[in-house]
């Protein structure tokens, strides 16, 4: 994004024990050069329910919705950014890459800026490959709101012990079709709004248990200095 832009985002807190969690705040834990504002959202329209870095009370089971902005001050290559979840009861939840943290940079001059956004077939966020030496799937939208580019699409495994076989195609839009064999990289050029989808096939060589925060499929937009300019990312298991 451009330096003094804003950065807008929204999250879910959870509360998954059985006692409220009290005055609960969302805050930013990566050190860049940027201003970070936090406020409460109302769960049906996201619309601004409360001032700016509140707390808030969560019920035992319940959960609480969240908007933020960041507006960046100078320039800083791409950074996962840590956000913290802290409640005055209890321990705040650890970074979770691609799930609770936020990829960010900022330029004086706008780069390729993509959001992208996968589905799974079970619309679950986990792409459930059928079994050991099988294959199993996802699909990918994405959009540049940035400037335009060259950009290199590549899924990756979270670790290589899952010893995963993963390919990618960009697809026709309307049809779903594949425009070339999959491969282990696809790239293309982005125009300014323009929005590519891809198909990502996934082969399982062992089985892979359910573990939705340490077992996943990132795909990332790597632009002509290497630099990863969007990603999206899906849990993995066997059936």
Known sequence: MIVGGTA???????NTTS?????CTLTMGTDIPA?????????????????SNPTTSIAGGDY?????QIVPSAEFDPVEVELV?????????GPLPGINTLLLSASAIAPPDIIALSATVTNNGIVEVPGVRQTGFFATASINVGAAGDLTVIPRASKSSLRLEISICETNPLTAACLAPP???V?????????????IFVKANKAVPLDPAGSRIY?????????VRGSTSVAVKTN
């Open 8 to 14: 807008s985002a929204y999250a879910t807190v959870f």
């Open 19 to 23: 006692f409220p969690a009290v005055n």
């Open 35 to 51: 201003t970070f504002t936090s406020f409460l959202t109302d769960r049906s329209t996201n619309g601004k329910i409360s001032g």
């Open 64 to 68: 609480s919705t969240w908007g933020f």
């Open 85 to 93: 979840f802290d409640c005055l009861n209890s321990e705040p939840a």
């Open 183 to 185: 491969a282990p990289s």
């Open 187 to 199: 790239s293309t050029s982005i125009a300014a709004l323009g929005s590519p989808t891809f198909s």
């Open 219 to 227: 795909l990332e937009f790597l632009d002509d200095q290497n630099q």
